[in-house]
């Protein structure tokens, strides 16, 4: 007897790892079906993201998902304006006592042209610390200086006194934008800090060539009024600080000591000349639907959504110049695409709906999720919940897992059930700083009042494994060499797979709609209409 239970234990064990094999394998499957050459990086509005959507509706129909995209398909269309800089024709200077001093575009400076910028400047310049007017934190960096008419210069820092959702919230570029215009402001100068930076500046200048995007639907605009967007580069910041009485150096030390940074007028004027060449795209979010089986539930939603764009083809680096998004976000996009799979296969029949949604436009700034939550082929306010999977890095085992926004809505005790059934770990996010629950497409459901997650693989600060994840981030992260010809864990990624099933499921069955907790900063945001917020 004793050894016929060690061999029917010894079998389910083996029956368990083979099927986490294949989850991983299929999941990995799907990575390389969208990650490859031949899609080119899946750039919002390029061919290979078109082949890419193509994709992943024949998964969704493979799946028996209805389709819920445009004219009876998967697929909904989204308009974007583009932007391209010719920095042939455009300039950018400091004016002192009259003179020019010339910024260089790629090492000094970069115009962002994902606003739509004027076509020549000439401003003050006023420095503003970390840049963030709080009246309910008792918040006012803009006390003692007149922003009227000027370029705001901030740190892209946030107080360590704030909340680590506040401080992803209010440090956003769109929050920010609706402070400066508030307060009389033009444009904007954002100067990294060093020790926060996901991409050095190396790497990261080589994308300013790129096209930027907005959507082409112009009530959705985060940055109306504003008429220059600059990000410096941090080694070359003294250049604005010059004769003010102060160092970068020294306002950085107080950013990183938690103490009060001071606000002044810069000495220099900043002058811009910026040249544009614009066109039109089409882009693609795909959509399907998992129909409920409850007649008073179905027609609620549970929406797992993943952007499916990346860079494209962008700057080479080491002679490689095809950006595939790998980990960035053919992983995230393939975990949804095997969790529909998974569902199919098992006939699961949960009593609300669940929406699969690939979203284009992220790496342009979250836009095809913000076109989705404004334009949802299902009413709104039927959509309870919202799961996002982007860039989860199955770099090791997973043991722990990272949600982002934990502890923001009564998700997080369904998160924390479906993660103890499979004997993991929860976390908050550890690294607050880096504002990660408003740098994907969750955002853009919470702004419209539906109560999220996002989720990753785990770590302990100052762990191996956290070394190993800043180590990808440093070399891989929005870098050529994010591609197939790197090591993953797959058991990690089908573990990952099977907790955001069970989540899926969990949070389709309640009895009652998820909730914000009454101590969330977003539960203001209510069910307002995208509209009404940018807007306001």
Known sequence: MRRA????????????????????????????????????????????????????????????????????????PVAFDTRKIDESKSSLAL???????RLALGED???????????S??????????????????????????????VVVHIAATPKSLPGPLQAHFGSAGERWKMYKAAGAVGVVSVANPKSMDIPWARST?????????????????????????????????????????TFAELLALVDAGRPVPSFTLRPRLKARVAVERAQVESQNVAGILRGSDPRLRDEYVVLSAHLDHLGIGGAINGDSI??????????????????????????KPKRSILFVAVTGEEKGELGSLYFAAHPPVGRERIVAN??????????????????????????????????????????????????????????????????????????????EAAIAARWTAERYHAPSDDLNQPVDRGAAAKYVEVVTKLAVRIANR?????????????????NSTAKFFNS
Not at 136 to 146: K, L, N, Y
Request: aromatic letters at 8%; zero cysteines.
């Open 5 to 76: 239970l060690i061999i029917a234990a010894t079998l389910l064990t083996t029956i368990v790892l083979r099927a986490a094999d294949d989850a991983g394998a299929r999941w990995w499957a799907h990575v390389e079906a969208l990650a490859n050459d031949g899609m080119e990086g899946r750039n919002t509005g390029s061919a290979g993201h078109k082949r890419a959507a193509d994709y992943v509706a024949a998964q969704f129909r493979s799946a028996a998902l209805e389709p819920a995209g445009a004219g009876g398909g998967f697929i909904q």
């Open 95 to 101: 004016v002192r006592d009259g003179a020019d001093e």
């Open 109 to 119: 400076a970069n115009i962002s042209v994902r606003v739509d910028p004027a076509a």
């Open 121 to 150: 400047l000439e401003a003050p310049l006023v420095f503003v610390g970390y840049g963030l007017k709080i009246p309910e934190r008792g918040i006012d960096d803009f006390a003692g200086v007149d922003l009227h008419g000027a």
């Open 206 to 246: 080589l994308a300013r060539l790129q096209p930027a995007m907005s959507l082409a639907d112009r009530s959705l605009s985060e940055t109306a009024g504003q008429q220059l967007s600059v990000t410096m580069n941090p080694a070359h910041a003294d250049k604005l600080f010059a004769g003010s009485g102060h």
């Open 323 to 348: 950006y595939n998004g790998a980990m960035d976000n053919a992983s995230g996009v393939a975990a949804i695409l095997e969790v529909a799979d998974a569902l199919h296969r098992a006939a699961a």
């Open 387 to 464: 799961v996002n999977t982007d860039m989860f890095l199955p770099l090791f085992p997973l043991k722990t897992l990272m949600v982002l926004g934990l502890d923001e809505s009564d998700l997080g005790a369904d998160i924390r059930a479906a993660a103890r059934e499979l004997g993991l770990e929860v976390q908050a996010d550890p690294e607050p700083q880096r504002n990660r629950f408003v740098r994907s497409d969750q955002y853009s459901f919470i702004k419209v009042g539906i109560p999220a997650l996002a989720m990753k693989v785990g770590y302990e600060p100052n762990s191996p």
């Open 511 to 527: 009895t009652d709609r998820p909730k914000w907790n009454d101590a969330s900063f977003f539960k203001r945001f209510g069910r």
